[in-house]
């Protein structure tokens, strides 16, 4: 794959990517946050913006080095697919002991 071709991949998938983790969050938030602190339920859109901000401030893009860029494609679209949903899981276990 070219370079220019995995950035357009990039590129269309990175919206799914937002919704993807906003979701999560907002699941997450909604089940702990409120119990816990007495704060207010959280709604998809201001879930996706914390998201995105959070996304900001602690994103570390992976170094492609000596990879292809379709390696790199592959690497990012199963990270961005796997890391939330893998907060979710530990998210569902440990709402099962609250």
């Known amino acids: 794959m070219s370079k220019g071709g995995a950035l357009i991949v990039i590129y269309i998938f990175t919206p799914f990517h937002w919704m993807w983790e906003g979701l999560v969050l907002k699941v997450l938030w ?18 996706l913006g ?11 893009p992976k ?3 000596d ?9 990012t679209l199963s990270y961005w697919a796997t890391a939330p949903a893998m907060a979710l899981l530990f998210g569902v276990i440990f709402k099962a002991f609250i």
Request: hydrophobic share 50%; no cysteine; glycine share 10%.
């Open 30 to 47: 909604n089940w702990f946050i409120p119990t816990l602190f007495g704060g207010p339920q959280m709604t998809i859109p201001y879930a």
């Open 67 to 75: 990879e292809n860029m379709a390696d790199m494609v592959i690497w």
């Open 50 to 60: 914390i998201s995105l901000i959070v996304g900001l401030m602690t994103h570390h």
């Open 63 to 65: 170094d492609p080095g």
